[in-house]
């Protein structure tokens, strides 16, 4: 079904550097895609290590396969780098881009502003991953969040803005985080509200087109709070996509709610 009438939601899994084989791979993907039937009102998309892509790309198609990175140059020399056709050669049709794993190794917003402009053109759409590190008193986050929109988006194309997927990942609520706390959806509904404001601020009415949406540590369990109160259009789940009953569980879940 198109998305013409029913604002489909969005449930994506970043599996990371995991699992270490592909053959546990398509075990994870083969499971998932089973018990997935006639999603009416979810999209549902999973982001492997790149390598697998084409080989999980031939199991099933209910699911969208994304990849975590993408270089943005189109070919060359480039040692090390993969493209977005490349990418889009072996079947990905999403790509994340900016995740804090990957700001953390030295990615800049710079880079990411010329990585999202590469995957769109490569007909990718890119998951903009944006989220301080840190909620300081003086509420300085937001201008953290501000700064992110606005450098990695910068120049971007505003009719591919409904392309865009921007999930908002505080950081320190991700599972990968020492220390972690749990966000609310009352703290992802509040930077929601702020990345719209900010969005049509900067970028006119075409801002409204791009989803947003939530992730760090989301499960099981809270899945339902945060689609219902976090003001998202969808989730981005890490450690919970590599259990195909939880993940199944948060999509079952936002195919439910999604009336
Ligand atoms: P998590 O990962 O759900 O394990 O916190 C989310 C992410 O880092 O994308």
Redesign the pocket.
Known sequence: MSEGKIMKKIIIG?W?MNPRTLKEAEKLFSAVAKSISALKKTEVVICPPTLYIEKLNKISKKIMLGAQDAFYGDVGAFTGEVSGEMLYNVGARYV?LG???RRELGENNNDINKKIKASLAAGLRPIL?VGESVRDPDHGYFNFVKTQLEECLAGVNQKLFSKIII?Y?PVW????TPNRKDATPADSEEMVIFIRKILSLKFGKEAATVKIIY????NEKDAKDFLQNGGVDGL??????LDAKKFMEIIKICEALNK
Do not use: D, F, Q, W
């Open positions: 970043n990371k994340i995740h804090s794993e991953c999930a990942e609520a991700i599972s990968s992730g760090g540590s989301v981005l789940a890490g450690r919970a996509s």
